[in-house]
Each structure stands twice: as C-alpha cells, then as structure tokens.
C-alpha cells in the first residue's frame, strides 16, 4: 500500500523537480479550503497513505471540501481541482505541454516541455505524434496480425478454459509497441521477453525513492533498476544507429523521429516514453475493455452487430474505424469508467485563478480526473458501465476538455485507441466473453489504472 501511495505522490511532486524545496515554504494554500498538515515533515502524507492511494485521497478530499480544494506535499500546499468547470478554468491558458509526457521525462531525468521553449517544444510535441501516426498508418497489417494470432489463440480454448487477460493483453500491447516503435528485430521472442523484465523493472521503480529515498537505501534496488534503464536505453540507441545508418525500408517509429532529424539523444528520450507508456496504457485500455465486454451482454451484442454491419466479415482498416461510433463509445466508457488515468499535474507557471481562488506562481495543481469521471453531476449514474452516454455531443465535450478524447487525448492513448479497436472488432465478430461467476476485480490507482489481480474470463465461438 506504502508503495502505491508513495508512486502516485511523487509523480506530482517530480513534475516541478527540485523547486518545491527551494522556494521558502508558505503556511497558506491561498485561502482555497482543505486539510491542514496532519505531520510538519511530511504534510498530508500520513493521510494518503492510510487511503491507499492519492487518488483514493482525492476522492474523499473533494467529498469534504468541494471542488477545489488544497493539502500539503510536505510543508508545500498543493491545490486539487475536481469538476468539469474548475478544470476548465485552469486547462484553457495552461495547455501547453502533454503533462503526461513531462512527467515521465523528468522521472527519467530526461529533457522535458517546461525546460525549453514554448515553440520548440511544440515542434518536438508534433514530431513525436506525426511518427505514432506514420507508423500505425505503416503498420496497420502488421498490428492486425499480431491481433488475429492472438484470437486465433483464444479461439482454440475450449469453453470452459479460463483466459487471464491481463498476461495474454499485456503481451499483444508489448509485441505491437516494440514491433512498431523499433522494427522486425521485436519479431523475435527472445528480444520482447527481454524488454518485458526490463520494463517492469523501470515501470515498478519508477518515482520510487524520491520521496523518502528509498531506492538510494537499496544498493540492489538500485542497481536492478539502473541496469534496466541503461539496457533499454542501449537498445533504443542501436536501433536508432541502425535506422539512420541503412535505408531500411521497413517504417517505425524511430525511423520517422530521425526522418524529422532529431538528434540521437532525444530519439532515444521519445523513444524511451513511448515504450514504456504507450505499453501500459494500450494494455490495460484492452484488459478493461474486453472485462467490461464480458460482464455486459447487451453491450457486447450491440458492438458485434456494428462490426458486421459496418465491415461485414472483412478485416477492419485504419480508414473504417471512424466509423465504427459504438465501438468508440465503448473505448470511451472504458476511460471512463476504469478511470484508467486518474490524475494529472501541472505547474502554475504564472499566477492564476479557479473560482474566487487565486493560486500563486509555483503551485502545484492537481488535476484529479479520477473524481471528476466518477462525479454525479457531470455524469448521470457515474459507476454504471453504459457507452451509450457518449452520443451526447455534451459528454463529449467534457470528455474531449479532460484530455480523453480529441486533440487534447496524449498520443500514446490515441495509440492504445487504435489497437482497442482492431482487438474488439477482430474478437467481438469471432468470439463471445464471458464473465467468470464470482470474480471480483479491484482496481489499483497508479499512473495507470490496472486490475490488482489478473482477470479471468471464457469464450466461446459465435459459429
């Protein structure tokens, strides 16, 4: 549990690095009501910890003090926004930089948006989405077939057979990643089995010590975790050497950020983000779209007469996705529903203000999306799995303004987007889900939302 609080709550903190300690501490949050520090050191932590999770603490933040409300990252007051309209007070002249990809980046002890200038980071911000949607556009075959094998697979259990889908859909988002990011050398087995342990070594790690410093009190910790970033950042040069020392006509992601002629450095930084992000998000948006598939037959069978009436029995395209609007709303609802990132943060870069509030230079704004997908008054019956929420162009809006949806939506969860859509419209039309009788699956609230335990369920064919 300690874990999991201390990962979500250095996320945040590492956003802003080192100047929430350098700048002399303020006993005010700006009049915005909140907890006063439950410890002098350590603030709110205590608080966190004891609800499992920041966003589980945020949730019973907002409960008691409303939609804007303030505590303590050690002596630092921190302000939480957590409704559709204070968000979008605060977004609108702040959306400058993915803050998802920031804060990777400066975990990783990267280069990120906030430390170089507006227009160059632009620029950087549409060559790294240009190359994920060169590359699907590339490759789309090559991520059909990934899919098809995996259903074929599936295909083959008997019915009373139990699919753990979060090993098998992990792997498929691991496989179509490192294919499609880095090339046919990820054809081998051998060399997915090998980024796999090294990127749950990073993932695991990952923010981990900042806060307390454990992972500098482990020498082995450390070292696992070193070793890992160190061989995952040597691959990600090769390849990179590789793609700009031949003319190999085979497309990748690494390949089209050095068409854009960034240097080797920062392809390996792009790449590096895209790996590792764009694994967990496409992974645990197809485990909670086939889980909630399974449990809901109705949704399930309104899905599959979409993908026969829309594509009939060929094989879906880049081009008819669009048009697949229910199987949209389904991802959409998925989002939702899994609150499969429930938070985000930025830096107040200049002074600001939400309501009446007035939040100063250097704040650190929490925007706790995990609150506002869950609130009532946003949305009606906000803990039922229904898509059919999203054909309200209203909805939309306010999904598109959390950055779920749009031009808004981080790349890496437009990519998960795309392969959800291949895998439902390939599986729906050939296979039927079924829930597993007394399962219950329990999320567990990092960076990414994911079931704590494997989930299970059975198919069986439609014909």
Avoid at 127 to 137: H, M, S
Avoid at 149 to 158: G, R
Avoid at 190 to 202: L, P, Q, T
Avoid at 442 to 453: F, G, H, I, M, S
Wanted: hydrophobic share 40%.
């Amino acid at each position: 549990m300690l874990d999991f609080a201390i990962f979500a709550v250095t996320f945040v903190i590492i956003l802003i690095g080192a100047v929430l300690y350098l700048y002399p501490s303020s006993r005010s949050a700006s009049g915005v009501p909140g907890l006063n520090p439950t410890e002098e050191k350590d603030g709110n932590l205590p608080d966190i910890v004891n609800r499992g999770s920041l966003h589980e603490f945020l949730v019973g933040l907002h409960d008691e003090f409303g939609s804007v409300a303030s505590f303590w990252f050690g002596r630092r007051p921190v302000v939480s926004l957590g409704a559709v309209d204070q968000l979008r007070q605060h977004i609108n002249p702040n959306w400058t930089t993915d803050s998802f990809e920031t804060m990777l980046k400066s975990l990783l002890s990267y280069q990120s948006g906030s430390g170089v200038g507006v227009t160059e980071s632009m620029i950087r911000k549409k060559v790294y989405e240009g190359a994920i949607d060169k590359t699907l556009e590339n490759n789309f075959p090559l991520l059909l077939q990934l899919v098809e094998e995996l259903v074929d697979k599936w295909a083959s259990y008997p019915k009373s057979q139990h699919t753990p889908l979060c090993a098998h859909l992990l792997g498929l988002a691991m496989k179509a990643v490192t294919q499609l990011a880095m090339g046919s050398r990820f054809r081998d087995d051998a060399e997915v089995i090998r980024f796999r342990k090294n990127h749950e070594a990073i993932w695991s790690e990952i923010g981990k010590g900042y806060l307390d410093g454990s992972l500098e009190k482990s020498s082995s910790r450390k070292t696992h975790y070193e070793s890992a970033l160190a061989e995952m950042e040597s691959v990600l040069k090769s390849v990179a050497k590789q793609r700009s020392g031949q003319g190999s006509s085979q497309s990748s992601f690494v390949k089209h950020l050095l068409q854009a002629n960034l240097t080797e450095r920062q392809v390996m930084e792009d790449g590096m983000v895209f790996t590792l992000a764009g694994c967990v998000i496409t992974a645990n948006l197809c485990i909670w779209a086939v889980h909630f598939l399974s449990v809901s037959e109705e949704v399930q069978e309104r899905l599959y007469h979409e993908l026969v009436d829309v594509l009939g029995e060929e094989p879906v395209t880049l081009e008819k996705i669009p048009q697949l609007r229910y199987c949209q709303q389904v991802l959409n609802e998925t989002v939702r529903t899994a609150k499969l990132t429930p938070m985000a943060a930025r830096l107040q870069e200049v002074e600001g203000k939400v309501d009446q509030h007035v939040i100063p230079k250097e704040t650190l704004v929490i925007y706790a999306l995990g609150v506002v997908l869950q609130d009532a008054d946003t949305w009606s019956l906000p803990y039922r799995f229904n898509p059919d929420r999203f054909a309200d162009e209203s909805v939309m809006k306010s999904f598109s303004l959390l950055g779920f949806s749009g031009s808004q939506a981080c790349p890496e969860l437009r990519f998960a987007y795309t392969v959800a859509a291949v895998l439902l419209s390939t599986l729906v039309r050939r296979l039927r889900l079924h829930r597993m009788e007394g399962q219950v699956v329990e999320a567990r609230y990092e960076l990414v939302t994911t079931p704590k335990d494997d989930t299970w369920i059975t198919v069986s064919k439609r014909n």
